[in-house]
């Protein structure tokens, strides 16, 4: 299956900006999802992306690089709700189910 | 409004009892999923159905069964076997394929009393 790794924990302050990483096994790739999930709530899709390159949504950008398994999530403008949880998702071996990495908490502070 | 719907929230299990997470969804997709979720943990796959009256097991399936006999329906049961069941229980659902966002319930929290 697939290996997800994304950093445990992170803080941040209002009003910057936080990149969180995710590095996958290449191997068999087919696309990476990001969610985001506050405490003791559902996930909620954020981005997908399958090809290299920058996303942007808003306040919130995917980035992707398929030869170094690697992708990030750029959050800008930070804002006391984006304190949660993202989790990085990716499928492998010719499966479209994703594995999830155990997610990185956000924490913004004043 | 289209969604997935989990119930109860709350749930509670004593020594020996099997219980049933319900989960139902009316966005008329294909693919239906359980998940587990630990503190400070990713989400572990138990369980999906890509079409109705069949399913396949994930990661942790052991302790666990499940049914579809509907398409917008796909119930999920902690049998006894399961020895550690204290756990947030995430349903979801997908369209069919590659590339498709899961859409997710607000989960089950089931502890032992």
């Known amino acids: 299956g697939q290996n997800i790794d994304q950093p445990t924990e992170m803080t941040a302050t209002e009003g910057a900006i936080v990149q969180i990483n995710c590095t996958y096994q290449?191997?068999?790739?087919?696309?990476l999802f990001w969610y985001q999930q506050h405490a003791g709530e559902a996930p909620t899709f954020l981005s997908y992306n399958v090809l290299d390159g920058l996303e942007e949504k808003g306040r919130f950008s995917s980035f992707l690089s398929r030869s170094k398994g690697y992708s990030y999530l750029l959050l800008k403008e930070l804002q006391m709700k984006d304190s949660a949880s993202y989790l990085c998702a990716a499928p492998s071996g010719g499966s479209y189910i994703p594995t999830f990495g155990r997610g990185t908490s956000l924490i913004v502070h004043p | 409004d289209g969604g997935i719907t989990q119930s109860p929230k709350y749930l509670f299990r004593k020594e020996g009892q099997n219980v049933t997470l319900s989960c139902e969804q009316n966005l008329n997709h294909d693919a239906m999923y359980w998940y587990r979720q630990d503190p400070g943990q990713g989400l572990r796959l138990i369980y999906y159905s890509q079409i109705v009256n069949d399913f396949q097991k994930g990661d942790i399936a052991e302790g666990y069964s499940v049914s579809r006999e509907k398409k917008e329906s796909f119930p999920l049961t902690v049998t006894s076997a399961q020895k550690n069941p204290t756990a947030f229980y995430l349903c979801?659902?997908?369209?069919?394929?590659?590339?498709?966002?899961?859409?997710f319930g607000d989960g089950t929290r089931l502890s032992i009393l």
């Open positions: 979801a659902s997908s369209p069919e394929g590659e590339h498709q966002p899961q859409h």
């Open positions: 290449t191997s068999g790739f087919n696309g």
